[in-house]
């Protein structure tokens, strides 16, 4: 049995009591993308390095001997001593 019913207007209605609210905190971690910028300088340097290019220059020339009146000119040998000089 309840007590409505075995005792009505025994006890006046109330307001009921209203607590304050139990926090319960739930944490959540979401990655969340930072961009992180590392900027780079690439300097190119050009040096100037000398290397030797030997370059050779020559002359052809071509001797023939010339014919003095219908005869061929002979060279002549020209000695040269080679003595040394007593001081």
Do not use: L
């Amino acid at each position: 049995m309840s007590c409505e019913i075995t005792c009505p207007n025994f006890c006046p209605p109330v307001s009921p009591i209203v607590c304050e609210p139990v926090v319960i905190v739930r944490e959540r971690f979401i990655p969340q993308i930072v961009p992180v910028i590392h900027p780079i300088k690439v300097v190119d340097k050009v040096h100037c390095v000398p290397v030797h290019h030997h370059i050779y220059k020559w002359e052809n020339e071509e001797v023939r001997d010339v014919a003095v009146s219908g005869k061929a000119s002979k060279k002549r040998t020209v000695r040269v001593s080679r003595a040394r000089k007593k001081k």
